[in-house]
């Protein structure tokens, strides 16, 4: 349960070294390269920037070929992570075939696009002509001797009547070719003389000339619809043939992916190398090591030629952050990073946070039901599914937490909500109001779960003031530990002893605010301003009773999940005990109680993590560090090795 | 019956006190809808160009939610007291109004505070999107927002926790 401590690596490698120091720490992917501090004397070598260009290009092209292929891959051994494969066995030859094997797959890919490209413009032209199917004249427009005609529609708001009755005073002929609910497509002959009065007419009533295309040449729009069809059919057995190949192709799926791997891998190489800075003959690398893999570290560069020395970080370092946690906190630790990461240095509440997030999930969601509905579902999600890294922490902790709500289900009485006194009473007409709680019912005593609620909250907030006293202390500070924090705890412990005793809780929590007022402005000379200070303090006890109120949360969730259960319950038992009364029940009860656990679980989850920041983190952490993002091998799509 | 005796039916006590627990968690819920639903637009557009934010975004969301909840928990309180669940108490029309009295803090306060609760919440989204690491700023300020709900529903608790039939 902590940061591990770090130790700042400085090696310096002769330059014709440097390759094989990259790979054998990248093969021990403990080491996070940084820019070495000698590099704003150095430059880069442009030979590097133009190799790091070229190998970034070939990932890329992999990476298309390799999304590609998985569309067309239909065999699911060569998915995620299931294969490990040594890099050096790659490097060694796969480059030369397996890109031009990306050269392929890519020009497939450029072929099949292009062709449904074209077949989607050739349904959009067929769509345009196939009012003219009929037709027997040259489209979109066509002059005789002394007529000049064109086709188009106008649209279903155009007053059609009103339009053909101006047009009859104008030497011209309307027919009509098409119709359909949103426009009417036209035919209009006019005489020379007249024609630019027609089109001007025509054209402020909304006419609009077809985009459709058809000479006699083609044998009219019949012909020519025709033709783009056969076009139309032609290409989809090219991009069937297409597409064949494609999925013959995905049978190499893996070979790309791994190639996919080797220029990932090289990728981070090549930029851990620019980190570096170059002199004239040797090359300086830095980096940050966890203490652990120290000797792991030594061992390696022992067998290398070069020199290289550990050194504790200084004030100054941007350290990068890695927690060290046992197998059941570390499930917890996204909880944490997705607020902040703590800084270096400082104090990881992994452990204590965990166990605290399980306690106040299982009470916002109290039900032995769901509770094991949701400790199935994960493992059974965590079995079956192929998932990346995080997305198996997150299951493992809502595991965890799934415990605690079985436990918190059966004290408190939630089984689907009360499906046992639903069943009765809707089933078997007996009125009855059995509570199957070990302890109490939340429902019957909500009183009671505040009460209980709100005891958490205390335990919470005691713990994260019994941190902020233990980082004090750690840090030499047991003055500031004391004044700051154990005063409160005072103040607070006499409030509590009030209900037992009010006159021994009085003395205590007024020597406690005592306290507060003696120490809270030492920082301040004057001795006026350090009482008034002091006095100030005592305000920050409205924030201590909200953050205490705020665990009032815990008791609205468990309430709102168990009541929403309790309507779905009554619902699904209401048509009674009869054929057609089971069938709504198991559909009311599988739609209802997936909808309530839906929503509920979502609460549950945001406003856990809630109270975890606000109130509890709000007392001690530290944030903004950074994390440990170690030199190693690309796992996208394979593991290497 | 006459219209006297209508007014008495509609005005008993039970109605009444029943009237401040709906109105309670009326007020606070709606404020809530909308101080999450103001953050859900603009959290919507940053996701559209960070989906990675999301995780942020949902919390920021979530925190104009509370005043809902806490309308909800004083709305439950004083249901218990009048033994809705049971068939009902008689109280009269002065027990009622006081009932009703109680839960007026954390209805109005729960309503306004979670609409400015969003705005800055709102704000706060604005702010992860542009810098990275800025997220503890953004819920901390708008925490602070809430401490006054929080405060009401203290005031608006404690008289029913209090209150004997």
Same mark, same amino acid.
């Given at each position: 349960?902590?940061?591990?401590?770090?130790?700042? #690596?400085?090696?310096?490698?002769?330059?014709?070294?440097?390759?094989?120091?990259?790979?054998?720490? !990248?093969?021990?992917?403990?080491?996070?390269?940084?820019?070495?501090?000698?590099?704003?004397?150095?430059?880069?070598?442009?030979?590097?920037?133009?190799?790091?260009?070229?190998?970034?290009?070939?990932?890329?092209?992999?990476?298309? &070929?390799? !999304?590609?292929?998985?569309?067309?891959?239909?065999?699911?051994?060569?998915?995620?992570?299931?294969?490990?494969?040594?890099?050096?066995?790659?490097?060694?030859?796969?480059?030369?075939?397996?890109?031009?094997?990306?050269?392929?797959?890519?020009?497939? !890919?450029?072929? #099949?696009?292009?062709?449904?490209?074209?077949?989607?413009?050739?349904?959009?032209?067929?769509?345009?002509?196939?009012?003219? $199917?009929?037709?027997?004249?040259? $489209?979109?427009? *066509?002059?005789?001797?002394?007529?000049?005609?064109?086709?188009?529609?106008?649209?279903?708001?155009?007053?059609?009547?009103?339009?053909?009755?101006?047009?009859?005073? #104008? &030497?011209?002929?309307?027919?009509?070719?098409?119709?359909?609910?949103?426009?009417?497509?036209?035919?209009?002959?006019?005489?020379?003389?007249?024609?630019?009065?027609?089109?001007?007419?025509?054209?402020?009533?909304?006419?609009?000339?077809?985009?459709?295309?058809?000479?006699?040449?083609?044998?009219?729009?019949?012909?020519?619809?025709?033709?783009?069809?056969?076009?139309?059919?032609?290409?989809?057995?090219? $991009?069937?043939?297409?597409?064949?190949?494609?999925?013959?192709?995905?049978?190499?799926?893996?070979?790309?992916?791994?190639?996919?791997?080797?220029?990932?891998?090289?990728?981070?190489?090549?930029?851990?190398?620019?980190?570096?800075?170059?002199?004239?003959?040797?090359?300086?690398?830095?980096?940050?090591?966890?203490?652990?893999?120290?000797?792991?570290?030594?061992?390696?560069?022992?067998?290398?030629?070069?020199?290289?020395?550990?050194?504790?970080?200084?004030?100054?370092?941007?350290?990068?952050?890695?927690?060290?946690?046992?197998?059941?906190?570390?499930?917890?630790?996204?909880?944490?990073?997705?607020?902040?990461?703590?800084?270096?240095?400082?104090?990881?509440?992994?452990?204590?946070?965990?166990?605290?997030?399980?306690?106040? *999930?299982?009470?916002?969601?109290?039900?032995?039901?769901?509770?094991?509905?949701? *400790?199935?579902?994960?493992?059974?999600?965590?079995?079956?599914?192929?998932?990346?890294?995080?997305?198996?922490?997150?299951?493992?902790? *809502?595991?965890?937490?799934?415990?605690?709500?079985?436990?918190?289900?059966?004290?408190?009485?939630?089984?689907?909500?009360?499906?046992?006194?639903?069943?009765?009473?809707?089933?078997?007409?007996?009125?009855?109001?059995?509570?199957?709680?070990?302890?109490?019912?939340?429902?019957?005593?909500?009183?009671?779960?505040?009460?209980?609620?709100?005891?958490?909250?205390?335990?919470?907030?005691?713990?994260?003031?019994?941190?902020?006293?233990?980082?004090?202390?750690?840090?030499?500070?047991?003055?500031?530990?004391?004044?700051?924090?154990?005063?409160?705890?005072?103040?607070?412990?006499?409030?509590?002893?009030?209900?037992?005793?009010?006159?021994?809780?009085?003395?205590?929590?007024?020597?406690?605010?005592?306290?507060?007022?003696?120490?809270?402005?030492?920082?301040?000379?004057? /001795?006026? #301003?350090? /009482? &008034?200070?002091?006095?100030?303090? /005592?305000?920050?006890?409205?924030?201590? &009773?909200?953050?205490?109120?705020?665990?009032?949360?815990?008791?609205?969730?468990?309430?709102?999940?168990?009541?929403?259960?309790?309507?779905?319950?009554?619902?699904?038992?209401?048509?009674?005990?009869?054929?057609?009364?089971?069938?709504?029940?198991? $559909?009311?009860?599988?739609?209802?109680?997936?909808?309530?656990?839906?929503?509920?679980?979502?609460?549950?989850?945001?406003?856990?993590?809630?109270?975890?920041?606000?109130?509890?983190?709000?007392?001690?952490?530290?944030?903004?560090?950074?994390?440990?993002?170690?030199?190693?091998?690309?796992?996208?799509?394979?593991?290497?090795? | 019956?006459?219209?006297?005796?209508?007014?008495?039916?509609?005005?008993?006590?039970?109605?009444?006190?029943?009237?401040?627990?709906?109105?309670?968690?009326?007020?606070?819920?709606?404020?809530?809808? %909308?101080?999450?639903?103001?953050?859900?637009?603009?959290?919507?557009?940053?996701?559209?160009?960070?989906?990675? %934010?999301?995780?942020?975004?949902?919390?920021?969301?979530?925190?104009?939610?509370?005043?809902?909840?806490?309308?909800?928990?004083?709305?439950?309180?004083?249901?218990?007291?009048?033994?809705?669940?049971?068939?009902?108490?008689?109280?009269?029309?002065?027990?009622?109004?006081?009932?009703?009295?109680?839960?007026?803090?954390?209805?109005?306060?729960?309503?306004?505070?979670?609409?400015?609760?969003? %705005?800055?919440?709102?704000?706060?989204?604005?702010?992860?999107?542009?810098?990275?690491?800025?997220?503890?700023?953004?819920?901390?300020?708008?925490?602070?927002?809430?401490?006054?709900?929080?405060?009401?529903?203290?005031?608006?608790?404690?008289?029913?926790?209090?209150?004997?039939?």
């Amino acid at each position: 349960m902590a940061i591990s401590p770090m130790k700042k #690596l400085y090696t310096v490698v002769p330059k014709k070294g440097s390759g094989r120091l990259l790979k054998a720490l !990248q093969c021990a992917g403990c080491v996070e390269v940084i820019s070495s501090p000698f590099s704003e004397h150095t430059s880069v070598p442009s030979a590097l920037t133009e190799k790091i260009h070229k190998t970034h290009f070939e990932m890329e092209q992999t990476e298309r &070929a390799v !999304q590609f292929l998985m569309e067309y891959n239909d065999d699911t051994e060569l998915g995620f992570g299931s294969s490990r494969l040594s890099v050096d066995d790659l490097e060694a030859g796969l480059d030369i075939v397996a890109s031009e094997k990306v050269a392929a797959v890519n020009e497939l !890919q450029n072929t #099949l696009y292009r062709l449904e490209k074209e077949n989607s413009d050739l349904e959009v032209e067929i769509n345009t002509l196939s009012p003219f $199917i009929d037709t027997r004249f040259p $489209i979109p427009a *066509f002059n005789t001797a002394a007529t000049s005609s064109v086709c188009g529609s106008f649209p279903s708001n155009t007053d059609y009547n009103l339009l053909l009755k101006e047009l009859s005073k #104008l &030497a011209c002929t309307v027919s009509l070719i098409y119709e359909d609910k949103y426009s009417k497509t036209v035919l209009v002959t006019s005489y020379k003389d007249d024609t630019e009065k027609v089109i001007g007419l025509i054209h402020s009533n909304g006419f609009t000339k077809t985009h459709a295309k058809a000479s006699e040449n083609e044998g009219f729009a019949r012909g020519k619809i025709q033709y783009l069809n056969e076009r139309l059919a032609q290409n989809k057995r090219e $991009i069937a043939a297409l597409k064949k190949e494609a999925s013959q192709k995905s049978r190499e799926l893996l070979q790309l992916k791994a190639l996919y791997g080797v220029y990932a891998s090289r990728l981070e190489r090549l930029e851990a190398r620019k980190l570096a800075s170059t002199t004239e003959s040797t090359v300086v690398l830095c980096g940050w090591v966890p203490e652990a893999n120290t000797e792991k570290i030594c061992l390696i560069l022992d067998g290398l030629e070069c020199a290289y020395s550990l050194e504790d970080p200084s004030e100054q370092d941007n350290v990068p952050v890695l927690l060290i946690n046992g197998r059941l906190p570390s499930v917890f630790e996204p909880v944490m990073t997705m607020y902040s990461v703590p800084l270096y240095g400082t104090y990881d509440p992994t452990v204590i946070m965990s166990f605290f997030y399980i306690l106040i *999930f299982g009470l916002m969601f109290a039900d032995v039901g769901y509770g094991a509905l949701l *400790f199935f579902g994960s493992l059974l999600i965590l079995k079956k599914a192929k998932l990346g890294y995080s997305t198996k922490k997150m299951l493992r902790m *809502f595991m965890y937490c799934s415990l605690s709500c079985i436990l918190c289900g059966a004290l408190f009485g939630g089984y689907f909500g009360d499906i046992h006194n639903a069943v009765a009473t809707g089933f078997l007409g007996i009125e009855t109001a059995i509570s199957p709680a070990l302890w109490f019912d939340m429902i019957n005593d909500p009183i009671r779960f505040f009460t209980l609620s709100l005891g958490i909250g205390v335990l919470h907030l005691v713990a994260a003031m019994l941190i902020k006293f233990y980082i004090l202390c750690r840090d030499g500070e047991v003055f500031s530990a004391f004044a700051d924090v154990g005063s409160w705890l005072l103040l607070f412990t006499g409030i509590g002893v009030c209900f037992i005793n009010l006159n021994t809780g009085l003395i205590i929590s007024v020597s406690g605010a005592l306290a507060l007022i003696l120490t809270q402005g030492r920082h301040e000379k004057n /001795l006026l #301003l350090r /009482l &008034a200070k002091g006095v100030m303090s /005592l305000y920050s006890i409205v924030s201590y &009773a909200s953050d205490l109120l705020s665990y009032s949360r815990i008791l609205a969730l468990s309430l709102s999940s168990a009541i929403i259960a309790g309507v779905v319950n009554t619902l699904a038992t209401m048509s009674g005990f009869s054929l057609l009364g089971i069938v709504l029940f198991i $559909i009311v009860f599988t739609v209802g109680h997936a909808l309530n656990i839906a929503v509920n679980l979502l609460g549950t989850y945001v406003h856990t993590s809630r109270l975890q920041y606000l109130e509890f983190f709000g007392k001690f952490f530290v944030g903004g560090g950074r994390e440990f993002a170690p030199f190693k091998y690309s796992s996208k799509y394979v593991v290497l090795k | 019956m006459s219209a006297g005796d209508i007014f008495n039916e509609i005005f008993s006590g039970y109605n009444i006190a029943a009237f401040g627990a709906v109105f309670t968690a009326l007020m606070a819920c709606i404020g809530s809808a %909308k101080g999450v639903g103001i953050v859900g637009e603009a959290a919507s557009g940053v996701l559209a160009e960070d989906p990675s %934010k999301f995780g942020n975004c949902l919390l920021l969301q979530a925190l104009p939610g509370s005043q809902g909840i806490y309308g909800f928990v004083a709305a439950f309180f004083i249901f218990t007291k009048i033994r809705l669940f049971q068939g009902g108490v008689q109280l009269d029309i002065g027990q009622g109004a006081y009932l009703l009295a109680c839960g007026l803090p954390i209805a109005f306060v729960g309503f306004f505070s979670a609409i400015s609760q969003g %705005k800055v919440a709102a704000a706060g989204v604005e702010l992860i999107a542009r810098r990275d690491g800025q997220v503890v700023k953004a819920i901390t300020s708008s925490a602070l927002v809430e401490t006054y709900a929080i405060l009401a529903l203290l005031v608006s608790l404690l008289p029913i926790i209090m209150f004997n039939i």
